[in-house]
């Protein structure tokens, strides 16, 4: 980092990078930091990060287009989003689609020749930031409202918490608040329990029991699909364990929570049609879900690979395309909701930690509103 006297009298900063390293192809050129020396330190540090990993990737180390944006910009805003302590927060699992969506915003193509990311912030109004979101909804291959949506919804928090790290440069007024974004979006569909039943039943005829045990995980106890699938999240150990042998001990990731599920009480058994199939399940490995590998290996499905068995099965047995793990899942938590169980058993079942969050899960059928209708006519008898 350098720094120049301006005519002012006060004092800017640039970074520069060595004219060998630029010759050599490394893509960021002199970039002013501004007048801020805290501000402007913390970019040096970033940018002295990105030149040293492409000196040791030999000139392979790609450079995003925001990293290369000037001090003041969306993309510097960005970036200072992707390294602030709430982006470190964010889940493993979430930071990919965060990602995706700013990116969305960021190569936007403007009318001045260049993308938003270099776009001073000063520039962006309530406008400029309708023009983004309508150029985000269209994709290169049609509409793609849900993407947007989230688009906007994550620039909006970055806004807010670069704003607070930065008052001096990021305007107090977030352009992001108050788009008129379109919430509209399909229901997914939840599986029955004998569909979801059948499915299991002819994995295991093509033989991929174990693929059919993931379908009934996901119904019965309403782990995500891929966690069980992929990540071998549910183990032989965590089902009846030796210090907790009436429950079964079941990790959402995603949320954090932990849940021991009990399987019995006084009456006998609460789940014995999975406990069934599982107690004839062979163990392949820790994991209670895992494929034979090739010489015997057993390890994690892939996700495409158990997505296209799914679907010869659904064929096989003859159910609708609807039936996928992710319905399975959809299809328990709306059991809960058909039983009559209240939010929060809901949320103590399935590990989340709002309702709001819950709810999407419980589909509205015609058990619901014919108990709804049965309760409200008991009333008016009642009270008539």
Not at 304 to 333: F, I, N, P, S, W
Not at 343 to 369: C, F, N, W
Request: proline fraction near 6%; include cysteine; glycine fraction near 8%.
């Amino acid at each position: 980092m350098i720094e120049k006297r301006l005519a002012s009298g006060e004092v800017a900063y640039y970074w520069n990078p060595h004219v060998a390293d630029v010759r050599a192809g490394f893509s960021i050129g002199r970039e002013k930091l501004g007048q801020d020396y805290s501000a402007a330190i913390e970019r040096a540090r970033t940018l002295n990060r990105l030149l040293d990993a492409w000196r040791e990737g030999n000139g392979t180390v790609p450079v995003s287009p925001a990293t290369s944006t000037i001090y003041g910009t969306l993309g510097w805003l960005f970036d200072r989003y992707r390294e602030s302590a709430a982006f470190a927060k964010v889940s493993a699992r979430s930071k990919p689609e965060y990602e995706r969506a700013l990116r969305r915003i960021e190569d936007v193509p403007t009318k001045l020749g260049f993308p938003a990311a270099q776009l001073p912030l000063a520039s962006i109004s309530t406008g400029a930031v309708d023009k983004l979101f309508e150029a985000v909804k269209n994709g290169p291959r049609g509409r793609r409202e849900r993407q947007a949506n989230l688009s906007m919804d994550i620039a909006r928090r970055a806004w807010k918490i670069v704003q607070r790290l930065h008052s001096d440069v990021v305007p107090i007024a977030n352009p992001f608040v108050g788009v008129e974004k379109n919430l509209a979006k399909a229901v997914k569909p939840a599986a029955t329990r004998a569909e979801v039943y059948a499915l299991a039943h002819a994995l295991k005829e093509l033989g991929e029991p174990h693929l059919g045990a993931a379908a009934l995980i996901c119904f019965e106890w309403h782990q995500r699909p891929e966690h069980v699938v992929a990540r071998g999240e549910i183990t032989w150990a965590d089902w009846r364990p030796a210090d907790m042998p009436q429950h079964v001990r079941i990790r959402h990731p995603k949320t954090g929570a932990l849940v021991w599920l009990p399987l019995e009480d006084e009456d006998g058994p609460l789940y014995p049609d999975i406990e069934a199939y599982l107690a004839a399940l062979p163990k392949l490995g820790l994991p209670i879900v895992l494929t034979s590998g090739e010489r015997g290996a057993s390890r994690p499905y892939a996700m495409v690979y158990a997505q296209r068995r799914v679907r010869e099965a659904r064929e096989k047995a003859g159910l609708a395309a609807h039936v996928t793990l992710d319905a399975c899942r959809h299809g328990g938590m709306t059991e809960l909701g058909d039983a009559g169980v209240s939010e929060q058993g809901i949320m103590a079942l399935s590990g989340h930690k709002t309702p709001a969050a819950a709810r999407p899960y419980v589909k509205k059928t015609d058990v619901q509103r014919l108990e709804a209708a049965r309760l409200r006519r008991a009333w008016v008898s009642a009270n008539g």
